[in-house]
């Protein structure tokens, strides 16, 4: 199988490491960015910086209208009618905007559902809400092939649900929930429950919807998607963000302030305080339309299909486990070698140029379920060959090799 | 030796792996005057030493837990090298010492798991004194 894209693309994919060709595998972690993205942000710095929303001058004006159409951009790109759209520094940040601003809506034994499937960004902030609040955090199982399970979420949903906070695409083993139903369905069970979704993977493997799945909020990261670092979003449905209270006070986010108090402005403007981040909006806007061109049904297909075969191969190697499906695992292949240290394998497969990640990947609850502490990761995109997973495969025959010999 | 560019596959010498799938010192100990636990913040891999102390001196040591090769080989070999030295010995021991007695080049992302075992043993040592100074 050929990348999907033109390799030349992303500039990176050029670099030696150790000596060798990079063979980039810790997509799920952060993704490149092609060089159209890059020369986007650089073109932004050399002719339009400025700080936006507050200046008069002409360079602050474009800065503000390209930020501007960058919302716009995602909003069309996510499919947003009746959410705002909010640009934050990531996922995490969005999601700790919604639970802050849950505090006032919760009382003493009140109900919080998370999966046990959530990574940490979706399940410390509930944890901690459901503390101070006095709340209950309620977790609910996955069903035995680590889904969402209707039948069990039925049971899980009580009287006093108040939130409902769920991974769409699980970062450890690939497997996608379908969340539409589930959001219909929770809401069948009482409309004023709160639905959050977190599509940090989800947005980079499948076209989102944020309108059709329902949710009232859901979080995503720019970088996971083919963009920098350091941009975020949350989409919350208008008529609940109306009143909410913002995680961060400062400039910009308010309406009028006096010694005495100060009111807020407008959703999405009170949830942005202080000086944002114009390039990476920019930049965000530049890599959906190179995921335009490239089209998500064919982004999900092609990881799902070089998931399959790293699978394939990888099981041939004797000692590999691998937790996540054969199918339906979006090329996010969870794995363990018998007898070897995640941290030894990374560490010799990066003397071979391949990078994968290791550890819980803020999943601790899932790796406890998994009955493991951590686990390596190979994480496939759009760039990625099958020639990448005959590396990985050869490069972890290696590691088996050099472990036997110390067994002997 | 530390070095940014060291292919990880220069750490894994024989006897790195040796120590790592047969770890000297590998358990607990009877009458231990002291323990410790410490945790790589890298992984959460956590090495627990034991130290027994008769007249200034480790007459015996064990450690349990270390996940990765280079913390357990690091905790193997590190126990070896102290039993039988003075308390005051082993106070002068620096982190340059523990990684000559690994011999082998590490990757700066893997030196927490080198010194692991180190700070812990270090730790237990303060531990123990504490305990001997309060008591008389």
Redesign the interface.
Known sequence: MKALVEISDFPILGRKIHGKRLVYLDNAATTQLPVQVISAIDTFYKKHNASINRGIYLLSQEATESYVQAKEKVAAFFHAIEHDVVFTKNATEALNIVSHACEGRLKKGDEILVSSVEHHANFVPWQVLAKKRSAKLVILPLSAENKIDHSLLKKFLSKKTRIVALSHMSNVLGIENPLADTIRLVKETDPSILTVIDACQSAAHIPIDVQGLGADFLALSSHKMLAPSGIGVLFGRKDIVVDFEPLLYGGDMIDKVTDAETTFAESPRRFEAGTQNPAGAHAFAEALSYLDKVGMDNVHAHCEQLGTLAYDLLVKIPGIEVYSPRIGNNGILSFNMRGVHPHDVASLLDSDGVAIRAGHHCAMPLMSRLGISFSCRASFYIYNTSDDAKALYTALMKVRDIFKKGDS | MIDP?I??????R?H???H??HPRNYGEIKNASTAFSGRNP????EVKIELKIEKGRIVDVGFVGG????SKASASLITEGIKGKTIEEVKKMKKEDVLKLLEIPI?P??LK?ALLSFKVLENAITAYEKKRDEHG
């Open positions: 560019d292919p990880a596959e220069s750490m894994y024989e790195i792996l040796d790592y799938t890298l992984c959460g891999d996940g990765c090769a280079i990757s992302v893997r798991c």
